[in-house]
């Protein structure tokens, strides 16, 4: 079956940097594009970073532009975020999740995305 | 940016009522709306996108309507199971995504 597992999460210090690993399997990883979604204790969903399925194209929400960088590794089916400067405001349950599309008739065939796997999501605490 | 405005923030409903969540888009965003279910503790779990298209393996009492700027997830009749909190998302400016704020929905 499908499945995506995240791992590298802890308690860091401002400032600091943390790693997170995603593992897919069930599935051809690089036909698929992949997100990051985090979300802080008590709060809802915001959505940190996209990389396409080759790699080629990323995109980030404004907060992390410069601090975290999205990646993979098409051979050992895995994405990865690494985070550099960590605040206080980064403290959350970070997801990974699957960008899936399909076609649909809306006055005429067009894709729409959506995420329809998404992983048990790893804790990153930063706080001193 | 495009903002997503979900209400209410949190409703109280019986087993077996109807319930409603509306979302709204700050601007046009066409059918580019999903809507995600969250329990607690659990990752969410997509219910529709493209406003009205339902997942596979998603309960059918699961409805969404709307396009443009309003839309509207209906439960037809509440089960025990669906408890949790229910996320609306614009996939408009995909890949860059937007979620809205959530709506608790909890046991009156």
């Known amino acids: 079956q499908m499945q995506l597992v995240e791992s590298g999460g802890g308690v860091v210090q401002p400032g600091r940097s943390l790693r997170l690993s995603c593992a897919a399997s069930?599935?051809?990883?690089?036909?698929?594009?992949m997100h990051w979604v985090r979300q802080a204790p008590g709060k809802g969903l915001e959505w940190v970073a996209f990389?396409?399925?080759?790699?080629?194209?990323?995109y980030y929400v404004d907060s992390v532009r410069g601090r975290f960088t999205i990646s993979r590794d098409n051979s050992k089916n895995t994405l990865y975020l690494q985070m550099n400067s960590l605040r206080a405001e980064d403290t959350a349950v970070y997801y990974c999740?699957?960008?899936?599309?399909?076609?649909?008739?809306?006055?005429?065939?067009?894709?729409?995305?959506?995420?329809?796997?998404w992983g048990k999501g790893t804790t990153v605490t930063v706080s001193s | 940016d495009i903002q997503m405005t979900q209400s209410p923030s949190s409703l109280s409903a019986s087993v077996g009522d109807r319930v409603t969540i509306t979302c709204r888009a700050s601007q046009s965003i066409s059918i580019y709306l999903n809507w995600f279910q969250q329990k607690p503790g659990k990752a969410p779990n997509l219910l529709i996108y493209a406003a009205s298209t339902l997942q596979s393996g998603v309960p059918s009492r699961f409805s969404g309507s709307g396009s443009g700027t309003d839309f509207t997830l209906t439960i037809s009749s509440l089960y025990p199971e669906d408890f949790a909190t229910y996320y609306c998302q614009q996939s408009y400016t995909s890949p860059q995504l937007t979620f809205g704020g959530g709506t608790k929905v909890e046991i009156e």
């Open positions: 990389i396409s399925n080759d790699g080629s194209n990323k």
């Open positions: 999740a699957r960008d899936q599309k399909s076609l649909v008739f809306e006055g005429g065939y067009s894709y729409f995305y959506y995420m329809d796997v």
């Open positions: 069930g599935f051809t990883f690089n036909s698929y594009g």
